[in-house]
């Protein structure tokens, strides 16, 4: 029994280690405004996770918020995690990501003085608001950059796990590169999961050995195997996604296609210290300039008609004159 | 028809890269599981390994690395044997106290060090060296001996670890603890300290794999990157009989079946990922179903004093 009793003890220490990475100041005073993170990942993989952390870095420094973080693992801990900070009175919560929303819809209610708002995803509620990134916009536009670099005319996509945005995502940088090459071959390869990434190294390694030579990657932390995979082969090119990733790897990232994280959490947090928030899905899109994307300026391998088709295709994505065909992003 | 002969190369390679982490992290547990402990936390020595070898590599260079990733992974088994031999805590919960913990303290440390940022790509890696003349026999000679430093490592410790527990005193009485313990400690073996070498060889190898995935392979550190490679070099030793030829023999089918996915990936055949995903999880299953027959665990094993 003393055995079993120490184990646990153990376990308790070891546990209380990994919550480490929380920053709650704790509750207590009301009038301060309360801003919660909750991420599926870690906030360092330089992808999805860290420009979400620095999204409500600047809530913290542009509306004086006092925030919090929780990095989740399994769902489980979604809803948990969701009414730990409801009843902590926190006035805005974010679970970054379309997995955070049916913990969203469950856990909403209970809480009506808290604001829950899922990046992705479409479900809303009374307290509850999804935002919607036309990430497929600006993935198609990729998709033509990197449809005219292509030697071999095969590239690939490779993403962490096949969540609709990310398939979304690469629907559109498909049909974006076929819009400009028809006979362009696109590859497809999931890690399945967001952090191995050794794993994410090998499985790039694999399509540029079936001569892939652009890799479109969307798996955050496992993605930067694909980055060093690519920079080690010399010959292809890698796109980055979330967050700008040229920095990365720079002489063989091609560009990013970015969801300026921090700039829509301002706007939502904005609206909801005013008391403006109103329960929506809120879309943001090339006119927004909440999603973009953005070309690797150290790099001059797309040529200048291609920049300028680009260019006007983006214009047309602002006046709404363009639409993709699978405009509906969930 | 598919070029399979464009593809063979790659796959070797391939198989070979992700066969070494397990290796030696699977070499290292089998030493523990033949003195009788299960160690699990193993997963924890190897992400400890991971950032030891992160950290040691940004101060003193890519070998800088390596010994520190060894020394992290050590440490983290060194507290699970005060743990479970001195404190004679349960094996199966010390061990996953073990993993959990390293698990957190990386990632808490990573951010301290690296800040949200993380450490991007510029870690020095070790490059891969060419065995002058090994390297050009034809066939697998540029797979087997154009690899990096850890490679070659684990090619010499397959061997060594062969002739020491069966050709000396030490790893002879290394396997009668596992067996039977009362009476190994009736012939004169200090069993608890070789308990504690074996348990702290065994982080080391595990150190040593997280340092092969960020100085070898990835070039950068992650939270989490060890990715269950613990727990999978824990069925590798099951599957490789609790023996050091079967282990490094299953290490390697293990490699081969994750490179044999990544491919199957790559092939645009039009079938859903999880199928190929799940292929080396599956193959495990069918090997175990196949190969049961004569127990071969330490008979000690996991056994509470």
């Not at chain 1, 809120?282 to 790099?299: A, E, F, M």
């Not at chain 2, 070029?3 to 992290?25: H, I, K, Q, Y």
């Not at chain 2, 390994?49 to 088994?77: D, H, K, M, R």
Request: with cysteine.
């Amino acid at each position: 029994m003393r055995k079993v009793l120490r184990a646990l003890l153990i376990i308790h220490t070891a546990i209380l280690a990994t919550a480490c990475g929380t920053k709650t100041s704790g509750a207590g005073d009301d009038s301060v405004f309360k801003v919660a993170l909750l991420t599926p990942g870690p906030i360092s993989d330089q992808a999805w996770n860290s420009s979400a952390y620095r999204g409500l870095e600047r809530i913290r420094d542009s509306l004086g918020a006092e925030i919090s973080h929780i990095q989740t693992k399994t769902p489980a801990e979604f809803e948990e995690n969701f009414r730990q900070y409801g009843a902590k009175g926190f006035d805005l919560v974010i679970g970054h990501g379309f997995e955070f929303q049916d913990a969203a819809q469950r856990v909403g209610p209970e809480y009506p003085n808290t604001v829950y708002v899922t990046t992705g995803g479409t479900g809303t509620g009374n307290n509850i608001a999804a935002l919607s990134f036309a990430f497929d916009e600006p993935s198609y536009l990729a998709g033509i950059a990197a449809a005219t670099v292509s030697q071999s005319g095969i590239m690939a996509v490779l993403g962490g796990t096949e969540l609709p945005p990310v398939k979304a995502s690469f629907a559109a940088f498909e049909a974006g590169a076929q819009s400009v090459r028809p006979d362009i071959k696109v590859l497809t390869a999931f890690i399945g999961n967001w952090d191995d990434a050794a794993a994410g190294k090998e499985q790039a390694l694999a399509l540029l050995s079936r001569r892939a030579d652009v890799i479109f990657q969307n798996a955050d932390a496992a993605g930067l195997g694909a980055f060093q995979a690519v920079r080690e082969n010399g010959k292809s090119f890698v796109i980055g996604a979330n967050a700008d990733q040229n920095a990365v790897a720079p002489e063989v990232t091609l560009g990013s296609v970015v969801i300026d994280l921090p700039h829509a959490f301002l706007l939502v947090a904005r609206e909801v210290q005013e008391g403006s928030f109103r329960p929506r899905v809120i879309t943001y899109d090339t006119k927004s300039d909440v999603v973009r994307w953005v070309p690797n300026p150290g790099l001059t391998v797309i040529r200048p008609h291609v920049q300028a088709h680009i260019e006007s295709l983006r214009a047309q994505f602002v006046d709404g004159s363009f639409k993709l065909p699978t405009a509906a992003t969930p | 028809m598919i070029e399979f002969g464009v593809l063979l190369l790659p796959f070797l390679e391939a198989s070979l890269r992700t066969a070494t982490p397990l290796g030696f992290a699977a070499l290292g547990e089998l030493v523990t599981e033949r003195a009788g402990v299960i160690n699990l936390g193993l997963e924890g020595a190897i992400i400890a390994g991971c950032f030891g070898a992160l950290a040691g590599a940004g101060l003193g260079g890519p070998y800088a690395g390596v010994l520190a990733g060894i020394a992290a992974g050590a440490a983290v088994a060194m507290v699970f044997a005060v743990f479970v031999l001195a404190l004679r805590a349960d094996q199966i919960i010390a061990g996953t106290a073990m993993t959990l913990l390293a698990l957190g303290i990386t990632g808490t440390l990573y951010r301290l060090v690296y800040g949200a940022g993380g450490a991007a790509l510029d870690t020095p890696t070790l490059a891969p060296w060419a065995l002058p003349g090994l390297s050009s026999l034809p066939g697998l000679g540029p797979v087997l001996f154009t690899q990096p430093l850890p490679t070659y490592v684990l090619y010499l410790l397959v061997p060594a670890l062969l002739w020491w527990m069966h050709r000396t005193g030490a790893g002879l009485a290394l396997r009668a603890i596992g067996e039977h313990r009362a009476a190994a400690e009736a012939a004169g073996v200090r069993s608890q300290r070789s308990r504690a070498a074996a348990i702290i060889f065994g982080g080391a190898m595990g150190g040593l794999s997280g340092a092969t995935l960020v100085l070898a392979q990835v070039g950068t550190f992650n939270e989490g990157m060890s990715a269950g490679r613990g727990f999978i070099a824990i069925a590798i030793v099951v599957l490789g009989r609790w023996s050091v030829l079967g282990t490094a023999l299953a290490a390697l089918v293990f490699g081969a079946a994750f490179a044999l996915q990544y491919l199957f990936q790559a092939m645009d055949w039009a079938l859903p990922y999880q199928l190929f995903l799940a292929f080396p999880y599956v193959l495990t299953l069918v090997l175990l179903a196949l190969l049961r027959g004569r127990a071969a665990a330490p008979l000690e094993l996991g056994r509470q004093d």
